[in-house]
């Protein structure tokens, strides 16, 4: 659950968060649920009553929830279909900080400027229930880019890592403290793109010796940094 402000005390939960208590959780008085701000903070809670319209919550003292070191980025080209839905759920319960959504050259999905902004915020909105879903006290962001070089461009310092089925080095993260995994659509990065995120100090990774999907790829490479991190 994510309310806008968390703090001790009675909180009256109502809309979707109370649908999701009473029908999907079948949540009853007296039951305890653990509330998330989607920033960082995260409280116990007693549920005190459930009406038609809302769930009442007696909410303990909330605590500070210290962010996941390294901080990973997924630099997610747009995926056909339900794949790219898959992806964002996955990347989020696998550990990704933060989602940030381009159009590949081998992308079959393409944004029209009058939808983007509505699409990004679905993306956020699927973001935040599978944060929801998987206990996250975060939300990963997700942003979009208009070109491979802008989402370049965006990036702080880091190691870069790019997936590339042709590459025999294993993903390794070492000391560092921030992570952007790049990865390609379902026809794969072109040799453009590959060539211009290696300039940008990509390093180039593989997963193994099959062929991976695009919703596949960068989920199982942020769940290895997560796993090498125990964070």
Request: with cysteine.
């Amino acid at each position: 659950m994510a309310p806008a402000v968390l703090v001790a005390g009675e909180l009256r939960v109502r809309g979707d968060e109370h649908h999701y208590l009473g029908r999907s959780r079948r949540a009853r008085p007296g039951d305890v649920v653990e509330i998330v701000d989607g920033q960082g903070r995260r409280a116990s809670a007693v549920i005190d009553r459930i009406t038609e319209t809302e769930t009442v919550l007696r909410v303990a003292e909330p605590e500070l929830y210290a962010a996941a070191c390294p901080v990973v980025r997924a630099l997610l080209p747009l995926i056909k279909g339900d794949r790219m839905d898959l992806a964002l759920e996955k990347l989020v319960e696998v550990g990704a900080d933060a989602i940030v959504v381009w159009p590949a050259e081998h992308s079959v999905v393409r944004l029209d400027a009058g939808k983007r902004d509505a699409r990004i915020a679905k993306y956020q909105a699927m973001v935040q229930a599978a944060a929801r879903q998987c206990g996250r006290a975060q939300v990963p962001g997700v942003s979009y880019a208009a070109d491979l070089a802008t989402a370049i461009a965006a990036l702080p310092a880091g190691l870069r890592l790019v997936l590339d089925p042709s590459s025999d080095a294993a993903l390794a993260t070492g000391e560092a403290t921030d992570v952007t995994i790049a990865s390609g659509p379902e026809g794969g990065l072109s040799p453009l793109e590959l060539d211009q995120l290696v300039s940008a100090g990509f390093v180039s990774v593989g997963l193994g010796p099959r062929l991976l999907r695009a919703e596949t790829a960068p989920t199982i490479a942020v769940a290895l940094v997560r796993a090498a991190t125990r964070s």
